[in-house]
């Protein structure tokens, strides 16, 4: 199911762009007036929430931006949620996995004893750009040897082709709720 053109329309009309944010070239898609909405924000959570796959066991939320939707649609679908943060934040023992960024590299995080061997996990952030934040997750999930069902994404920016990396990790059908 796609989501309901009305549910689009408002969320599209509360994500704010920010032109040259936070450097020259980059048009920024601000999501703090959609957070500000009690309607837009409900509309955002069950639009993503809409169509997980079957049993989903932990929603997986990236910092920072991921926990504001990630959480809310674990409480949706009954999961757990699982935080994946910057170094030096999570305070047991850790996986991490370094990826490279346009200029540079990130490292995440998550907690080595966060998802038990086998779980279904489904992977929530708020925008797909070139993929690099969300295979890295995947990486770490499956490093814990549990399954990735299923990707869903507020805003997929299709022009920097974070589908395609997101395939040539095998996961070939993220849902994005609306895409530019
Ligand atoms: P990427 O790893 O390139 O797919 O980038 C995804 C992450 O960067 C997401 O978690 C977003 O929060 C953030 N991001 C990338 N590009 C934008 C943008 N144009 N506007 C807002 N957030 C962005």
Redesign the pocket.
Known sequence: MAASGENRTLIASLIRD?PD?PKPG??????TPLLGSPAGYAAAIAELAADAPDGVDYVVG?E???FVFAGPVALALGAGFVPVRKPGKLPGAVLTQT?A??YGE?TLAIHADAIPTGARVLIV????????????TVDLVRRLGAQVVGVA?L?E?GF?G?RD?LASHGLTDPRAVLSL
């Open positions: 920010v944010f980059i048009v920024f898609k601000d999501i990236m920072a931006r991921g990826y960024l346009e990130e952030d708020d925008v797909l750009a070139t993929g690099g934040t969300i295979t890295a994404v805003l920016l920097l974070g990396l």
